[in-house]
């Protein structure tokens, strides 16, 4: 796959070495910054790997920042992103199987580069299961229609 690769200053020292791991795993790699732990703001390098995945010019994106949590908030902003902050590989399994997440963001502060290779294998090798997970994510993907005018329930 084509994985678009982003992160701030936060997350930096971070950024080459999942690069190299997302390569070991035999995927190319489209990086698109930051080149270095000058400050930055972390929504700019969010919207530039969101948008790729959008296009379908990256099959799926990978974010760092301190958290991982304004990455998330902003890539999911963008139409056809579903995005979300990860810190474990389970929840990595489950952010595929079940929610078909496209995007995901790492914490370059309070999680380690073993367990956040462990999150990027997971994101990258789980399969959606489908299924009744289908409905519920295209209901997720409703809420980016502008036209949708929410839910009536009952
Ligand atoms: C930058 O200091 C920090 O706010 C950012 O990396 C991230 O953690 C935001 O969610």
Redesign the pocket.
């Known amino acids: 796959m084509r994985i678009a690769v982003g992160s701030?200053h936060?997350?930096f020292d971070m950024k080459d070495p999942i690069i190299a791991f997302i390569r070991s795993l035999g995927h190319e790699v489209i990086d698109l910054g930051t080149n270095s732990d000058d400050r930055v703001d972390?929504p700019d390098y969010a919207d530039l790997v969101a948008r790729r995945v959008a296009a379908g010019e990256a099959d799926r994106g990978v974010l760092l920042?301190?958290?991982g949590?304004?990455?998330a908030l902003t890539a999911d902003k963008v139409p056809g992103i579903r995005a979300a902050a990860i810190q474990t590989p389970e929840f990595a399994e489950l952010f595929r199987a079940h929610n078909d997440g496209n995007v995901i963001c790492l914490s370059g502060r309070f999680v380690s580069l073993e367990t956040n290779e462990a999150v990027v294998r997971a994101f990258l090798e789980t399969e959606h299961e489908g299924g009744r997970h289908a409905l519920r994510v295209e209901k997720i993907m409703r809420e980016d229609d502008p036209s949708f005018e929410g839910v009536q329930l009952g």
Request: with cysteine; net charge negative.
């Open positions: 701030d936060a997350a972390y920042c301190g958290t949590i304004g990455m």
